[in-house]
């Protein structure tokens, strides 16, 4: 069946430092692949996506490339901030099960201090 | 823009009672799905719907049912809780689309302790 793996975290970071989650991926299908993040306290929200092979997602500063090759979709950005501290989930949704319902990884805890 | 809500931010039940977690969405969605979320485990779906009246079992549906009456409201019921359903729970909702490329949209979720 299809799987989402994420480096695990915490991952702490200095302000302005760059970041990267890893995160790989194995589908039967072609999947779009996803970042969600999720503040304390609160839902997840859509962070970006790509839908096909070599698209890039970007938001907020944070971008991820969908390679192909190597089942990837590494999240990263050039300088963080105090307030990215949040949870962190990649995610892939295949339509070949029928439906479009998403798989998640375990989630990466990003913490930026000062 | 799209506001799922949950009716309960925070939620205390005693075992073995009947429990009931609604969700509300406001942009005609046909999607809608039920999640619990664990630290250590992330997130793994209960249930899901694609339209009034249908539901798909998720990968963890054992102890849970749920109800689509109306297309914007689901609703998860435990119908004996039990410890170990203490959990956040996430409601989510999408548009059907074509392909896989809707994301989902959350709820803040509710935090559910069984005693």
């Known amino acids: 069946g299809d799987s989402v793996t994420q480096m695990e975290g915490p991952v702490t970071l200095s302000e302005e430092a760059f970041l990267t989650i890893n995160c790989t991926y194995t589908?039967?299908?072609?999947?779009?692949l996803f970042w969600y993040v999720q503040y304390p306290g609160e839902g997840l929200q859509l962070l970006l996506k790509a839908t096909k092979a070599d698209d890039k997602g970007s938001n907020k500063g944070f971008e991820a490339t969908y390679r192909k090759e190597t089942t990837s979709f590494h999240l990263e950005k050039g300088s963080v901030q105090v307030s990215d501290s949040a949870v962190y989930f990649c995610?892939?949704?295949?339509?070949?099960?029928?439906?479009?319902?998403?798989?998640f990884g375990k989630g990466t805890m990003l913490l930026v201090s000062p | 823009d799209v506001k799922v809500t949950q009716s309960s931010r925070y939620l205390v039940k005693r075992t073995g009672e009947k429990v009931f977690l609604e969700c509300v969405q406001d942009m005609d969605h046909e999607n809608m799905f039920w999640y619990r979320q664990d630290p250590g485990l992330g997130l793994r779906l209960i249930y899901f719907s694609y339209d009034v009246k249908m539901k798909e079992k998720g990968d963890i549906p054992e102890g849970y049912s749920v109800s689509r009456e109306k297309k914007e409201r689901f609703s998860l019921i435990l119908e004996s809780a039990s410890t170990n359903q203490t959990s956040m729970y996430l409601c989510?909702?999408?548009?059907?689309?074509?392909?896989?490329?809707?994301?989902?949209?959350f709820g803040d979720g509710t935090r559910l302790s069984i005693l």
């Open positions: 589908a039967t299908g072609y999947p779009s």
């Open positions: 995610a892939l949704s295949d339509s070949g099960s029928g439906y479009s319902t998403l798989t």
């Open positions: 989510a909702s999408s548009l059907l689309g074509s392909g896989s490329n809707q994301p989902q949209h």
